[in-house]
C-alpha cells in the first residue's frame, strides 16, 4: 500500500512536471506568434509607407506633366495671337503696296 501511494505520488508529479512543460511550451508558441504578428505589422506598414511613397512620386510627376502641358498651351495661345497680328501686318502692306502701284498706275 505504500509502495502504490508512492507511485501516486510519482505519477503525480510527472503529471504536474508534464503539465508544467506544457504550459511553458504555449507560453514559448504565444510569444513566437506575437512576434511574428509584430513583424507582419511592421511589413504591412512599411509597404503601406513604400505605396504612399510612390503615390506621391506619380502625383508629383503627373503635376509636372500638367504643368508642361499648361506651360505649352499658354505659348500655343501667344504664337497664335502673334500669328494673327503677323498676318494681319502681311495683310495692310499688300494693301498699301496695291495702293501704291495703283497711285503710281494712274
Not at 512536471?17 to 504591412?44: I, M, P, T
Not at 505659348?75 to 498676318?87: D, I, M, N, S, Y
Not at 494693301?95 to 495703283?102: P, S, Y
Amino acid at each position: 500500500l505504500l509502495h502504490a501511494g508512492a507511485q501516486q505520488e510519482k505519477a503525480l508529479a510527472a503529471s504536474k512536471a508534464d503539465l508544467a512543460a506544457k504550459g511553458e511550451e504555449d507560453e514559448r508558441c504565444r510569444a513566437r506568434q506575437g512576434e511574428a504578428e509584430q513583424l507582419q505589422a511592421k511589413e504591412v506598414a512599411a509597404t503601406a509607407q513604400e505605396l504612399l511613397r510612390a503615390r506621391g512620386e506619380q502625383t508629383g510627376e503627373l503635376e509636372a506633366m500638367q504643368n508642361e502641358i499648361d506651360r505649352l498651351r499658354h505659348t500655343g495661345v501667344e504664337l497664335a495671337r502673334e500669328l494673327e497680328g503677323k498676318t494681319k501686318e502681311i495683310a495692310e502692306l499688300r494693301r498699301d503696296k496695291a495702293e501704291q502701284g495703283a497711285a503710281l498706275a494712274a
